[in-house]
Nanobody, 117 residues
Framework: QVQLVESGGGLVQAGGSLRLSCAAS????????MGWYRQAPGKQREVVAS?????????NYADSVKGRFTISRDNAKNTVYLQMNSLKPEDTAVYYC?????????WGKGTLVTVSS
C-alpha cells in the first residue's frame, strides 16, 4: 500500500556530491519512519540514515556516513532526501528508500550511486 520511488543517483567523482530523493505515495498517512539503505556488490544491505515522519524528525546515521550525509524530509511533499557530500569510492552502491508503516517495511527499487576515484 506504500509506493516509494527513488531518484538522483548517478556517477560522481570522489569528493563530489549527490542528492537522492524518495517520493512516497499510496497509504502514506501512517508512515512512522523513512530512511535510506544501500547495498554494494558482494556486501549486505546496510542502513545509511533514517528520519522519523510522525514525530519530530529525529535522525540517525551509520557511522560510515556521519558528517558527510544528511537526511531530511518534506512532509508536505511526502518526500525524503539524502544529501551526500564528500563522496568516497566506498559509497558506491545501490541506494534503497525504505518506509516503515504499521509494522511493515516498504522498499523502493533502488538508485545506483557510483563514485569514481
Amino acid at each position: 500500500q506504500v509506493q516509494l520511488v527513488e531518484s538522483g543517483g548517478g556517477l560522481v567523482q570522489a569528493g563530489g556530491s549527490l542528492r537522492l530523493s524518495c517520493a512516497a505515495s499510496g497509504s502514506i498517512s501512517s508512515i512512522t519512519t523513512m530512511g535510506w539503505y544501500r547495498q554494494a556488490p558482494g556486501k549486505q544491505r546496510e542502513v545509511v540514515a533514517s528520519i522519523t515522519i510522525t514525530t519530530g524528525g529525529r535522525t540517525n546515521y551509520a557511522d560510515s556516513v556521519k558528517g558527510r550525509f544528511t537526511i531530511s524530509r518534506d512532509n508536505a511533499k511526502n518526500t525524503v532526501y539524502l544529501q551526500m557530500n564528500s563522496l568516497k569510492p566506498e559509497d558506491t552502491a545501490v541506494y534503497y528508500c525504505n518506509a516503515y508503516r504499521s509494522g511493515m517495511y516498504y522498499w523502493g527499487k533502488g538508485t545506483l550511486v557510483t563514485v569514481s576515484s
